[in-house]
């Protein structure tokens, strides 16, 4: 089975301060992550995906995540936070296995909230 | 990448009526789409997956007799919601995919969600 955690669910950082939303995985096979933004009402916004290659992905909005085998982790990250980052942010798995694909797992969120 | 459409963005219905909403991929053929759920301030929750012009693919715990959903041409699929009750208040989004290319690598673009109320 393949899982995601989002281990908190509200970050909150100052406008200007660097920005970490953490994610961590679980997969049997290879992963494909990917982080997507919410805003209220509103569906989800593709940021990055990490498939193959340098482990550092850059994505929209000055985005950037950095994927980590050995700790399973994919944490989104973003030198200098704006208030207008702040929305629900998702991290979301995909197993590739044997040539094989299961759907995207999304983990549970986390609510980013930037202090002017 | 896609551009995908929802219609209605918000709709309020009566207990025991039917809903239905509307999922158009507008740039894109859609061969196969996906009906998400989301609770507020949780996760998005897979209900389903069709591929055009085959039945849906329910995921456990989701009535497929409640929820009917059709796909029956690379731009349009069709979510809907039978005999309305308030516990399927909700945020529904749709969500698309090409079959080009490795299935994993696929991108999956979302609609912008639909708000359901059921009074």
């Known amino acids: 089975a393949q899982s995601v955690a989002q281990p908190e669910d509200q970050v909150n950082v100052a406008e200007g301060n660097p920005l970490t939303v953490k994610c961590t995985y679980s997969?049997?096979?290879?992963?494909?992550l990917f982080w997507y933004v919410q805003y209220p009402n509103r569906g989800l916004q593709f940021l990055l995906k990490?498939?193959?290659?340098?482990?550092l992905v850059k994505g929209s909005y000055g985005f950037e995540a950095e994927f980590n085998k050995s700790q399973t982790s994919f944490h989104l990250k973003k030198p200098s936070a704006l208030v207008s980052d702040s929305a629900l942010y998702f991290c979301?798995?995909?197993?590739?296995?044997?040539?094989?694909?299961?759907?995207?797992?999304f983990g549970s969120g986390t609510q980013l909230t930037v202090l002017p | 990448g896609a551009v995908v459409s929802q219609h209605p963005s918000w709709v309020i219905c009566k207990s025991g009526t039917s809903v239905k909403i509307e999922c158009r991929s507008l740039?894109?053929?859609?061969?196969?789409m996906f009906w998400y759920r989301q609770f507020p301030k949780q996760s998005l929750m897979l209900m389903a997956t069709?591929?055009?012009?085959?039945?849906?693919?329910?995921e456990q715990g989701v009535e497929k007799d409640k929820f009917l959903i059709n796909h029956a041409s690379l731009t349009l699929s069709t979510l809907t919601v039978t005999s309305a009750h308030p516990e399927d208040s909700s945020f529904y989004i749709c969500?698309?995919?090409?079959?080009?290319?490795?299935?994993?690598?696929?991108?999956?673009?979302f609609g912008p969600g639909t708000r359901l109320t059921v009074t």
């Open positions: 969500s698309v995919s090409d079959s080009l290319g490795l299935a994993g690598k696929r991108e999956q673009y």
């Open positions: 997969v049997s096979g290879n992963p494909y």
């Open positions: 990490y498939i193959t290659g340098d482990n």
């Open positions: 979301a798995v995909r197993d590739i296995t044997r040539g094989s694909a299961r759907q995207l797992t």
């Open positions: 740039d894109f053929q859609a061969t196969t």
């Open positions: 069709s591929n055009e012009g085959s039945k849906a693919t329910y």
